[in-house]
């Protein structure tokens, strides 16, 4: 890269618009509740398995065992739908600027 490409890149980014860093932060904003999203679902899906498993061991003929899975089921459904959310919010805001109506 020659000496003007470089200015040329400093410049650009020290002249960024209102909106543009308006962008820049909403974008880290929803990258952030993706992120985020994404940790609790991990941790839900590690505890449906764990659940899943307690639940064989026990029998499902268990109300333990049956409890434990149900429980962990929709607490995973939950938060993959929320994983889900969160990545279509930051979708749509990677491909049209702008945040969902």
Do not use: C, I
């Not at 993706?34 to 498993?53: G, N, P």
């Not at 434990?68 to 749509?92: D, E």
Request: no cysteine; hydrophobic share 35%; proline share 2%.
């Amino acid at each position: 890269m020659s000496f003007d490409a470089g200015a040329r890149e400093v410049q650009t980014e020290g002249m960024k618009s209102q909106p543009d860093r308006l962008s820049d932060a909403t974008f880290q904003q929803l990258r952030s509740e993706m992120t985020y999203a994404r940790e609790v679902y991990e941790f839900a899906r590690l505890k449906f398995e764990a659940s899943s498993r307690q639940a064989h061991e026990l029998g499902l003929s268990t109300s333990d065992g049956t409890h434990a899975l149900h429980v962990a089921a929709r607490q995973y459904r939950y938060f993959l739908r929320q994983y889900n959310k969160a990545v279509k919010r930051l979708a749509w805001h990677m491909s049209t600027g702008t945040t969902q109506p």
